[in-house]
């Protein structure tokens, strides 16, 4: 048994097995004008493509202000456009708000820095599904939101972007229609055999999928348009993944609470992609090797308990998978290894 962050592909994925479900109006508030593109990384593309053709970042000497702690190759995805930058300076044009894990950003704080300095507003909720911040749905308060949909449930590569812009729908479609053929596909396979890759037990072949994913990304910019084949996998998925999610929260709060590993957390209003808890120093290596010993990946991360890219805090925390792929029964084995461990 192997339980990582991400859920295991089927071969039923890979040959379109899926049951196709309605998703129910309320399960559906996250995808108001969400429009569908080839990864989460391409959305990112796509948002600064559209403000370099507005003239609001005239070249890539301007900046755009980042978090400390995002994916290597969601920075590589910026510097066609934009410079990534952690201060702001009188080049910056814009902000990445990044809801970690699904624990929103102090988006007051945010909100009224970008006002001052009028800082266009890109939501990053790759991690965010259906999360609130004080009751409003994060991605719901920026000019752009991005989305990485491939992260909740295998779905081959498939993300998405919104913007309160309404001219940026039809820029947008128009990027996605000229992707060029084949590139869709080839991105989709890369992925399909590097995650499939993670559940082998192979070294080798984790390190050549790992080759041929990173090669993929090259082209995460141009295979803007999603397969038919990835959206219809995750209407299919989706409801019931957000509903394990958030049984599995709640199970996991109730019973830890008594160790106090949760309490830089909200207690409800989040869908969390991972749950990052928080135990002394000294317990870590012994929970970490204690999961491990059960098949449980997991490892010493960094979040930021200030949720403020602006002043942020990183401390230590050790990620607890959650997804949906993980029966209850796993889940309570998980569950009681981190407060044996503690």
Not at 11 to 39: M, P
Not at 162 to 188: Q, V, W
Not at 268 to 292: H, M, W, Y
């Amino acid at each position: 048994m192997v339980i990582r962050e991400v859920t295991r592909p089927a071969l039923a994925d890979l040959r379109g097995w899926v049951r196709l479900k309605e998703c129910a109006q309320a399960d559906r508030e996250f995808l108001d004008k969400i429009k569908f593109v080839g990864s989460g990384k391409g959305a990112i593309a796509i948002v600064l493509k559209y403000l370099r053709e507005k003239e609001i970042i005239p070249n890539r000497t301007f900046e755009l202000m980042v978090p400390d702690w995002i994916g290597y190759f969601v920075y590589n995805q910026i510097h066609p456009f934009s410079f990534p930058s952690k201060r702001f300076s009188d080049k910056t044009r814009a902000i990445l708000v990044y809801h970690q894990y699904g624990f929103p950003q102090d988006m007051d704080k945010i909100l009224e820095f970008a006002n001052e300095k009028k800082l266009m507003v890109i939501e990053n909720c790759a991690h965010a599904l259906k999360s609130y911040y004080k009751g409003r749905l994060v991605g719901s308060f920026g000019d752009f939101s991005i989305y990485s949909f491939s992260k909740w449930v295998f779905c081959f590569g498939l993300g998405g972007v919104k913007s309160k812009f309404d001219d940026f729908y039809t820029y947008a479609e128009n990027l996605i229609s000229a992707t060029p053929p084949g590139a869709t596909f080839i991105k989709d396979f890369a992925k399909f055999l590097y995650d499939r890759s993670l559940f082998s037990g192979s070294e080798l072949l984790v390190r050549y999928t790992t080759l041929f994913i990173n090669m993929s990304y090259a082209l995460y910019p141009e295979a803007l348009k999603p397969r038919g084949l990835a959206t219809r996998l995750f209407y299919a998925k989706i409801d019931d993944e957000i509903k394990s999610r958030q049984m599995h929260y709640q199970y996991f709060r109730s019973k830890v609470a008594h160790l106090g590993i949760c309490d830089h957390l909200e207690a409800d209003g989040v869908i969390p992609f991972v749950i990052p808890i928080r135990c002394q120093e000294a317990k870590n290596k012994t929970l970490i090797s204690s999961l491990r010993e059960k098949g449980i990946i997991t490892g010493l991360y960094h979040f930021d308990i200030n949720r403020n890219l602006l002043s942020p805090n990183f401390v230590q925390c050790v990620w607890i998978p959650c997804h949906g792929g993980i029966p209850d029964k796993i889940f309570e084995m998980i569950t009681e290894t981190v407060v044996q461990a503690l």
